[in-house]
């Protein structure tokens, strides 16, 4: 039973290279989250989407961007990656906020470093 | 907008001791309220929810919520913490008008021998 899973769960990057972090889910889940999560800050969304071919920004967008291609999957890019956005990211799911709204299933995170 | 305030960053009790961790929520209409758990190393999962069927919620591993609109709180607590308690805990509200669920910045749990 995967759930959600992430890849890659490490990386390093030098500044201003480029790379994309993939989420997969298995639940058939409409919404899927990406959050980073930074020492004292707590978790904070970067982009959101309410379904396939759909995506808004969350709290902290900038430097990112998003692409729900496919139901199952959420990328999230750093098109030119600043030390700024080293961080620890979180992919999650849920159903429709017709069903069990607010319950995300998280991946296990992907740890980003960028020098 | 919603915000979520955990009350403490780090909270450290011994094995056998009551937990308490304190969140407070913002919104004016009592969204619905989440406790998630962080264990090291690993993603975060739902440890129990409010959806306001009953004020008092009951989670896993014994932990247990109290929703209360006067002080719009939604504290957490144990009676007895065991050393597998200790982890990071995040008290979140989720507001249907925007799909989204707000975090606290969490709470680190340390028990003691």
């Known amino acids: 039973n995967a759930g959600v899973t992430q890849t890659p769960k490490f990386r390093v990057l030098k500044t201003g290279q480029s790379m994309t972090l993939l989420c997969a889910q298995d639940m058939n889940h409409e919404y899927m989250y990406w959050y980073r999560q930074d020492p004292g800050m707590g978790l904070r969304l970067i982009h959101y989407?309410?379904?396939?071919?759909?995506?808004a920004k969350g709290e902290v967008p900038d430097g990112y961007n998003v692409s729900r291609l496919k139901k199952q999957n959420f990328l999230l890019g750093l098109e030119s990656a600043a030390p700024s956005q080293t961080s620890v990211y979180f992919c999650?799911?849920?159903?429709?906020?017709?069903?069990?709204?607010?319950?995300?299933?998280f991946g296990e995170g992907s740890r980003l470093t960028v020098l | 907008a919603q915000s979520v305030t955990q009350l403490g960053s780090h909270v450290s009790v011994s094995e056998g001791a009551l937990v308490l961790l304190r969140c407070n929520y913002s919104?004016?209409?009592?969204?619905?309220l989440f406790w998630y758990v962080q264990y090291p190393n690993q993603g975060l999962q739902l440890l129990l929810k409010y959806t306001s069927a009953a004020t008092l919620v009951k989670g896993i591993n014994g932990f247990e919520a109290e929703f209360k609109k006067s002080e719009t709180s939604f504290h957490l607590t144990k009676p007895s913490a065991h050393m597998s308690d200790a982890a990071e805990y995040f008290c979140?509200?989720?507001?249907?008008?925007?799909?989204?669920?707000?975090f606290g910045k969490g709470t680190l749990l340390t028990v003691n021998p």
């Open positions: 989407s309410v379904g396939e071919g759909t995506t």
């Open positions: 979140a509200a989720w507001e249907g008008s925007n799909y989204k669920l707000t």
């Open positions: 999650a799911s849920s159903y429709a906020a017709s069903g069990r709204p607010g319950e995300l299933f």
């Open positions: 919104s004016s209409v009592p969204p619905y």
